[in-house]
């Protein structure tokens, strides 16, 4: 017992990790082309499932997040090449329905093949993900409307195990328009029998990517893109071909770090009126942000005025892009007080951001930032994708260097992160640890 203790502290003090090291003050400028959605394509790869055959994926970002996926599907018997930002999915006639506990905790959105194989299989047996660092995130909504669909679901020695001898139409109303549970009920009922209604539905550009994507595959969906979604069940459906929708959160990233390092960005590849909100903070925080087409350009020359925001799901403003602004107002002029209602332990990143000199004090669903006209580098540590990021901005702008541990949270979800930042004038490297 001892000697496996040993070990394991061996093993975690003297691996290898890496660590992003950042230099401040370089101000970003250029042009930056923005990936598939992270959000998006692991729902996408997830819904290949419903339909045997081979389905194709364009404009997928090479993250880790996307190799877990590809993993779990190989598991569950697909096929699964990359070729570039393209892949392809094989299904094959009978999937296996089980996902693993070591794959599952590794990436919580695995929880997204729970509806497709209870449809194509009449059972899913999927490792319950568990909290995470940004907070222990319910899954009641998924269970109920499966249940109300007519599956059997249990919780035991830590899986779900759903079954179901013919998914029935259902109306489900949400206490709470959760994108999972929006994508779960409709991987489900694309092919349950008769119709089913999703009341309160989440409307994130991500569900309507989803949306679009069954449609192509043969789905019979109505209210795309509102809080009302009537999905009426077909008997089989068919292998698609779909792009998958730009990476909003990455572009906004961009967009944030434009302002904070007074730069000059021009980000493409992403519909503006995606990030409507937090563009629109962002010109109150004094940038300047011209848009058209899927173009944005935010320019910066003065110091941020310090600006609220309160998440809320979309159209409102994005949890996701929470950090980043707190990173931002801890250089503003003023003060602001940023209002989190999703995730109750996002705020965990603040303790980190303080190390680098940031004044925030957070209470419950709260954090008042007071701006400071500088921040120092120094070490610190990523306890989330998200707060990864926000991270980095932080470093990009503090005094001296900041290293930033933990990076293996960033890579989950920003493709080529630091050879991005670099193009763009950032001194940034990725090094051994
Ligand atoms: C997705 C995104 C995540 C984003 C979030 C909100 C992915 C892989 N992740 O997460 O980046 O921050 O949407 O935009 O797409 N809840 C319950 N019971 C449920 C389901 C959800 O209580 O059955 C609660 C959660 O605890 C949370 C809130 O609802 O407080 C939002 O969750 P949800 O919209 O489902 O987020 P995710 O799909 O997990």
Redesign the pocket.
Known sequence: MQTIGSLQFWLTYHCVVSVFRVEGGAPLTGAVAVPGA???V??LMAATLLAPGTSELMNVPDIE?VAIMSELLRRLGCEVNHVGSTITITVPHRPDHRADYDLVRRM??SI?VLGPLLARCGAADVAVPGGDN???????????ALRKMGAHVKNEHGYLLAESEGLAGAQVFL?????????TILMAAVTATGESIIENA?R?P?IIDICMMLVGMGADISGIGSSTLIITGVNSLKPVSHRVVSDR?VAGTWAIAAVMTQGDLTISGVPPQYLALPLEKLQTAGALVESGGDTIRVRMNERAQCVDIVTL??PGF???LQPQFIALNAIGQGAALVTEN???ARFRFVQELARLGADVRTDGHHALIRGREALSGAPVEATD??AGAGLVLAGLVAQGSTTVYGVSHIDRGYAEFVETLQGLGAKIERVEA
């Open positions: 992270k959000n998006s692991l729902k997040d919580r959105a997204c940004i907070g222990s995130r319910g899954l009641d909504m998924h269970v109920d206490d709470f328009p959760s994108v999972g549970a929006t994508e989440a994130e991500e959160i799901p979309y994005p949890t996701d999703l995730f109750e994708i998200r």
